[in-house]
């Protein structure tokens, strides 16, 4: 029997307190929270915006931008360099990435050649050129920025941007958003609390580059227009509905950078909002001297290449004072105020990728995965008292409620988002948790039925499981890493929350449970086990599996064709996570929702195909818009003109929109994701058991994907990011059930070495069959709770699971142990040194 020495014991007990006092915030209100000793710890679990409310949205730096920047800088170089070299030169243009210039004087090549060259060997990064010097001949010397270059400026732009962003971020209100930055050219902004993601994303679009240039009327507008505008001079267009067009200098009197202050200010008569200015020392003696020789011009000022207002020059102005007026209002004052204060944008951020959720949603979908999450708590308890009595029963119970304790507390202590998926990974770790304990009570039990007393068959119990459960949960940890690793914030949560689940749920095992069944063994009077487990149910069974392994072999094998057949023809509905698109989640403000009113307004849109589904009347439609087509800022688009339709109407409780680029990224990276779980699960199966094995896993495993894949192309439903993590989980479900039975397999060959192949896997397979039922039992019972009373967002993920613990169940018996009978596996490479009895000895006689 296990003996804890006092130490081990003081340890465990710490552990579980330590774990109760962490996640203890998390059931006190915030008043509570912060009446604790400072002491304490008071940090509940970070929620995620589909769980708090909120605004999260990925902007791409553009890139051509940077390039464009660049390649100014090197052209200005260029002409300083030969300009102070006494160089006469013509024909200085930059197009792409490469600048040209032409030297007049043919003595003077050389010289300019070297000036030139110094310019190209700059190094931006350590080891790298700037730029590639081309001779061309004829004079036409060619400078070409190099890829180091270009990246470097690309991640000089993309650090300065985020200090910009967060700096807006901060200043519209949104205190606790998070800025991030993600790649080589990304930024990632989670605003939780904050709704408003229209006005987040005008923040963000705004370059910032602000400038007052002079309007040129050395023409008529149209002249330019239709002919061309003079070489210092350029049109350009007003924010007017229809926009006017204004010839103006290209050169700026003043620039957002020459502001030393700006504030926002309203006209205490006619109430209108404006902008106020105050210039540097240097910019108000060069202003003033250009308003002094300009009076009676007008000046623009231009707003990243639009003008806002077009002010007269009355008189000169000295002060270095000025207001900026148009058609503002007071929060467009303050906003426009709050980009001049933050600085400009080395580039153009473009929305990729949005997802907005209403506070209502958030709190609806919080309190959706609580009662999913208690529901299938009570049904597991009370599936577990069924079956294995008061005490063992007890034990896995409390058991499970430490382990769900010790995910909050491992989520509050490393500050890791939860999120509604990862809430799903909570209630499915409800369902897969007592998979241990079953294993556990199962081995107990066929060692007390072998004949060892109660102390002797608990340690041998523990001892014998310990392999599978490690085993079936290493393959878990697998899934979750690599879903993790896709990246995106609401699957990473359930990958994290899992991995967490998987983490406690050993600790738990071969700790808490281990210590509680053994004080109790020792202190039982009778060593027998308690009479009310009445797990016992398969344990007389004699089913002969493998003697109709061809017949379902090939009925699988051909709805496994026939699931290929139906992703070709039928194809998959894939979501807008992997199309692109716009998801609008609406809900009437008043009254019941009209689905029939929402599709016909928005059919007046020219969207495209504009899916509407009924969520109940009470509950409100979800909107789909395909993908549009035109890039980015199509799909922003399609979603600002379903939020000015409906707006009025409806409270838009979840909004989605995922660009082109976006879901491509998505849908290669699930793609890498599954076949990497796959391989990575066929190495770790090789090398703990033998390659026979492996192939058997990722057979069963394939049927299983191909048949969930199969599902929802009959059904229709939406294809996800949530999906993949369906189908990843029913992976590591499935291998979890193999990985048990091929544990069996294997023992029993050590063991049983004249025993046709077919009889030892029908023996192991009804050896573990109480653990595999009593498994799959527990785990479809918290999925069913998941889908009765989880929220909406997570209903096919729900189906998806359950749809795969049933078909995962089915592969382990009929696919994974017919597959060694067909690799003709070799019992010899099993044989042990341990007891050997005869062949015609059963092996469910022995442990």
């Known amino acids: 029997m296990p003996h804890?020495?006092?130490?081990k014991t003081i340890l465990i007990w710490l552990a579980v307190l330590a774990g109760v006092l962490l996640a203890l915030p998390n059931a006190l209100g915030g008043s509570q929270r912060t009446a604790l000793p400072g002491w304490f710890p008071s940090a509940p679990v970070k929620r995620g915006l589909d769980l708090s409310g909120g605004a999260h949205v990925e902007l791409r730096l553009e890139r051509a931008d940077v390039v464009r920047a660049r390649l100014q800088a090197l052209i200005d170089d260029v002409g300083s360099a030969l300009r102070g070299a006494n160089i006469r030169y013509t024909g200085l243009t930059g197009t792409g990435r490469a600048a040209e210039v032409r030297v007049g004087d043919p003595s003077r090549l050389d010289a300019a050649r070297a000036a030139l060259q110094a310019i190209a060997r700059a190094e931006p990064v350590r080891g790298a050129a700037r730029a590639?010097?081309?001779?061309s001949g004829d004079g036409l010397l060619r400078l070409a920025l190099t890829d180091e270059a270009i990246a470097h400026g690309l991640s000089q732009a993309l650090a300065q941007a985020v200090d910009v962003v967060r700096r807006r971020v901060e200043q519209i209100g949104a205190a606790e958003a998070r800025v991030d930055r993600q790649g080589a050219d990304r930024i990632v902004v989670d605003a939780p609390g904050f709704e408003d993601?229209?006005?987040?994303?005008?923040?963000?679009?705004?370059?910032?580059?602000?400038?007052l240039r002079l309007v040129d009327t050395s023409m008529p507008v149209q002249q330019a227009i239709d002919d061309a505008p003079p070489a210092t001079a350029e049109v350009l267009y007003s924010a007017d509905d229809p926009p006017i067009a204004y010839l103006v200098d290209k050169r700026a009197v003043a620039s957002g950078a020459d502001f030393a202050a700006v504030e926002p200010v309203t006209d205490p008569a006619g109430g209108e909002a404006a902008v106020s200015f105050r210039l540097d020392r240097e910019a108000t003696q060069r202003f003033g001297e250009a308003t002094r020789r300009n009076v009676g011009r007008s000046l623009a000022i231009v707003l990243d290449d639009q003008i806002i207002a077009v002010p007269a020059i009355r008189a000169p102005i000295v002060t270095g004072t000025g207001r900026i007026s148009g058609d503002f209002d007071a929060q467009a004052a303050g906003d426009l105020t709050t980009i001049l204060r933050t600085g400009a944008l080395p580039a153009a951020l473009t929305v990729v990728e949005e997802r907005t959720v209403s506070l209502e949603a958030g709190a609806d979908a919080v309190d959706a995965g609580l009662d999913a999450a208690l529901v299938a708590l009570s049904v597991v308890a009370l599936f577990m008292l069924a079956f294995y009595g008061l005490t063992f029963g007890a034990v896995?119970?409390?058991?499970l409620v430490v382990n769900l304790v010790l995910i909050l507390a491992v989520l509050s202590v490393t500050g890791a988002v939860l999120t509604l998926p990862g809430i799903a990974g909570?209630?499915?770790?409800?369902?897969i948790a007592v998979d241990s304990n079953v294993l556990l009570y199962e081995r107990i039990r066929e060692e007390a039925k072998a004949g060892r007393s109660l102390p002797e068959a608990v340690s041998a119990g523990f001892s014998r499981a310990f392999a599978a459960i490690v085993d079936a949960n290493i393959t878990m940890l697998i899934a979750a890493a690599l879903l993790f690793y896709m990246g995106s914030g609401p699957v990473s949560g359930f990958a994290v929350t899992v991995a967490t689940g998987v983490a406690t749920t050993v600790f738990t095992t071969f700790t808490l449970t281990r210590w509680l069944i053994a004080r109790w063994a020792a202190g039982r009077r009778t060593p027998t086990l308690p009479r009310d487990i009445r797990a016992g149910l398969f344990d007389d069974?004699?089913?002969h599996f493998m003697s109709i392994r061809n017949y379902v072999f090939a009925a699988t094998a051909a709805l496994s064709i026939g699931a290929v057949l139906l992703l070709g023809t039928l194809g998959m509905n894939l979501g807008i996570d992997f199309s692109g698109g716009a998801i609008v989640e609406v809900k009437a403000k008043?009254?019941?929702?009209?689905?029939?009113?929402?599709?016909?307004?928005?059919?007046e849109l020219n969207l495209g195909e504009v899916a509407v589904r009924d969520l109940g009347a009470r509950e409100g439609a979800l909107v789909r818009v395909l993908a549009q087509g035109g890039g980015e800022n199509a799909e922003q688009t399609a979603a600002i003109f379903i939020r000015d339709e409906l707006g009025e109407d409806y409270d838009l409780r979840r909004v989605e929109v995922v660009g082109p680029s976006v879901s491509g990224e998505l849908a290669w990276a699930a793609t890498i994701a599954v076949l990497t779980a796959l391989a990575a699960i066929l190495v770790y199966i090789a090398a703990r058991f033998e390659w026979r094995f492996a192939v058997g896993a990722i057979v069963a495993t394939m049927h299983d994907v191909l048949l969930t894949l199969g599902l929802f192309a009959v059904t229709g439903m939406e294809f996800t990011l949530l999906s993949i993590a369906a189908v990843l989980t029913v992976v590591c479900y499935s291998l979890n059930d193999t990985v048990v039975v091929y544990d069996r397999i294997r023992e029993n060959l050590r063991h049983y070495r004249k025993m046709p192949l077919p009889l030892l896997i029908d023996a192991s397979i009804n050896q573990t069959l109480s653990r595999t039922v009593l498994t799959s039992a527990t785990t479809l019972l918290a999925l069913t709770a998941l889908s009765l009373f989880g929220a909406a967002a997570i209903g096919s993920f729900a189906l998806a699971m359950l749809f795969g613990v049933a078909v995962g169940t089915f592969s382990s018996i009929y696919i994974a142990g017919p597959v060694l009978i067909l690799f003709k596996l070799r019992p010899e490479r099993f044989h042990g040194t341990g007891p050997r009895p005869s062949s015609g000895e059963a092996p469910g006689a022995h442990a």
């Open 197 to 211: 993601a229209e006005r987040l994303k005008y923040m963000l679009n705004q370059r910032g580059r602000l400038a």
């Open 132 to 135: 590639t010097l081309v001779d």
């Open 590 to 603: 008043r009254g019941d929702t009209d689905v029939a009113d929402i599709a016909s307004r928005l059919g």
């Open 396 to 399: 896995a119970i409390g058991a």
């Open 426 to 431: 909570i209630v499915l770790t409800v369902g």
């Open 4 to 7: 804890f020495a006092r130490w």
């Open 541 to 543: 069974t004699s089913i």
